[in-house]
């Protein structure tokens, strides 16, 4: 079933009931018993963290892409798309399976990507002003994004249908490249839903249509609708609110120290001073017993703006980890848990926001991206794991914390 898009200028956020995640059919068991994709979080780690993970989220890719179902459909925004395994893997199912492939990236200027572009377009298809049908691989307009002004910063996928179950979602943190897997800390969630498929694919649609245009984009995308325990946001935000800041404003701390509310951030770009400010009001509720923890790449984008971002966060963040090569943080979280306190007036909820924004003023306004929230304690609670045990640990103290 379809689910209408609605469009907003406020940020209002959804409350949804949390769900479990299925338990799935391996590979090896796919022809007895059917395929079942696998849904939930999977997070991928940096060669130097430790090797064995850096495939992590390319495999479950490949393997949705290997069980496309005969005659589907396979969608995909993706910024960077240097990855030859994943277009072979598109090209057999389009060839051998006649799935349909559609695939829309940035226009990079770089030699490297315009050659892998141009070698998925000779492998996929080239896309026609006009053409929907069929298979095409597509840019968006050199020195745009598709709907804003900066770039095309997506990543995810959809299929239609995956084995027997349709409507199958991929929001990752990742590009499709040989760095992101081995430099990077990335996460992706996949899940089948029929609502946020549908919501996914009308964004799609969107960009596919900006990919001819000749006048400037309007920098104004912005989309908010609630499927189930899943809610999406799309940019580029015309506003002046964010979907991060409005939802830490409906974070309300715990009074009980035992149970404290727990905010755990693991970004790349960390650089939103609404974001930081709302952090900030939370550890200095009176009585409350908030923590903030925050694991990021870089403060900003130049040494000006780092510097004063890093005074909001001295005093937004108990305590912060700086991640940054051989083994940068690439991931685009925030993870709530309200414990003894409340989120959206509702005690204990745990959610999660992930997507490819980065929590800085120009991405938000200028580039197409999406944010996904999953209101689910199972899934937050896979995220809770992979900065607890894997990102905060590895990373290192910056250097206001001391050795």
């Known amino acids: ?94 060839d051998k399976r006649r799935v349909t492939v559609q695939i829309v990236t940035n226009n990079s200027s770089d030699s490297q990507a315009r050659g892998y572009f141009k070698l998925l377009r000779k492998k996929i298809g080239g896309h026609r002003p006009g053409f929907t049908d069929g298979s095409w691989a597509a840019e968006c307009r050199k020195s745009w994004g598709c709907l804003g002004t900066g770039i095309h910063h997506n990543k995810f996928f959809l299929f239609s249908k995956v084995g027997a179950t349709p409507d199958v979602v991929v929001q990752s943190s990742a590009n499709l490249t040989l760095e992101e897997r081995t430099e990077f800390w990335n996460n992706a969630y996949s899940v089948a839903d029929p609502g946020l498929y549908a919501v996914y694919g009308d964004y799609f649609e969107r960009l596919r249509g900006g990919v001819d245009r000749v006048l400037p984009p309007p920098d104004d995308a912005f989309t908010h609708v609630v499927s189930g325990k899943h809610a999406l946001y799309t940019t580029p935000s015309a506003g002046y609110g964010d979907p991060i800041s409005e939802a830490l404003g409906q974070v309300r701390c715990s009074a009980d120290p035992k149970r404290p509310t727990r905010i755990r951030i693991a970004m790349f770009k960390f650089g939103l001073r609404p974001v930081a400010e709302r952090l900030a009001l939370l550890r200095a509720e009176p009585g409350g017993h908030c923590r ?70 120009y991405d938000l306004r200028r580039n197409d991206e999406t944010v996904l929230r999953i209101t689910d304690a199972r899934v937050h609670d896979q995220y809770r794991t992979d900065f607890d045990r894997h990102l905060f640990p590895t990373c290192a103290k910056p250097w206001w914390e001391g050795d």
């Open 1 to 94: 079933m379809r689910v209408p898009l609605l469009r907003s200028l406020a940020f209002p956020l959804a409350a949804a009931a949390a769900g479990a995640i299925p338990l799935c059919a391996s590979p090896a068991h796919a022809s007895r018993t059917g395929y079942r994709p696998p849904e939930g979080a999977v997070f991928s780690h940096p060669t130097a963290a430790g090797p064995g993970r850096e495939n992590a989220i390319r495999d479950r890719l490949l393997d949705l892409i290997d069980h496309a179902a005969p005659g589907s459909t396979i969608r995909a925004a993706m910024y960077l798309w240097r990855d030859d395994a994943i277009t072979d893997a598109l090209v057999r199912a389009k």
């Open 292 to 361: 903030v923890d925050l694991v990021y790449g870089m403060l900003g984008t130049n040494p000006e703006a780092a510097i004063r971002m890093e005074e909001y966060v001295r005093e937004g963040v108990d305590a912060a980890r700086e991640c940054t090569e051989p083994m940068t943080v690439h991931s685009k979280y925030l993870a709530i848990d309200a414990g003894a306190g409340s989120f959206e007036g509702v005690t204990g909820r745990k959610a999660v926001f992930t997507g490819s924004l980065n929590y800085m003023p």
